[in-house]
């Protein structure tokens, strides 16, 4: 619900109720803060943004006057104050989603693959990626089976090209 009134675009805020000016008719939070209540459920420890992921999964949020930031260091940044340059927000509980001011910490990339390595989720050497579709047991299953890479790749729910790229060992060397 909206009017006009001055130029302006009078607009009650989907979160909190309140009335506030909009610059365009698509604006739906008078607020960062009520954008990101809007979008988190905060009924577990994990408080999970429900909104737009980019393509690792970090909750993505498009703000007022249009910028875009990443949920997680929208709610560091409203809960803890201004990030400082360069530095990364983490997570505490290694779930992208996450925007819980309390399981996020500033850190620098070492910090953050430091804290990787110290809970074993580092690639290498790993049975499963975080985002592989195949396991370790796969592979071997997939150099075993004389079908076509097409047939295999069905199965699996691959293309043909990551079949045919395991099986001459270009990926998944470690195997």
């Known amino acids: 619900m909206y009017h006009m009134g001055m130029g302006n675009i009078i607009k009650i805020c989907a979160a909190c109720g309140a009335s506030f000016n909009a610059t365009c008719g698509a604006a739906r939070f ?3 803060a009520c954008h990101l209540a809007a979008n988190s459920d905060k009924s577990g420890s994990c408080w999970t943004w429900n909104g737009s992921l980019d393509k690792d999964g ?3 949020a498009k703000l007022r006057g249009r910028r875009v930031e990443k ?3 929208l709610a560091f940044r409203l809960h803890n104050g201004s990030i400082p340059d360069g530095a990364m927000v983490c997570h505490s509980c290694d779930n992208p989603r996450c925007c819980n001011p309390a399981h996020l910490f500033v850190g620098t990339a070492l910090d953050n693959k430091t804290d990787c390595v110290a809970k074993g989720r580092h690639i290498k ?3 499963v990626h975080w985002k592989a579709k195949l396991t370790e047991a796969d592979v071997i299953a997939i150099r075993a089976d ?4 097409y047939e295999v790749a069905d199965q699996y729910g ?3 090209v990551n079949v ?7 990926t998944w ?3």
């Open 30 to 32: 008078c607020s960062d």
């Open 58 to 60: 970090y909750g993505v």
């Open 71 to 73: 949920a997680h260091r």
């Open 125 to 127: 050497g790993r049975s």
């Open 146 to 149: 004389g079908r076509t890479s």
């Open 158 to 160: 691959v293309s043909a």
């Open 164 to 170: 045919q790229q395991i099986r001459k060992r270009n």
């Open 173 to 175: 060397k470690h195997i």
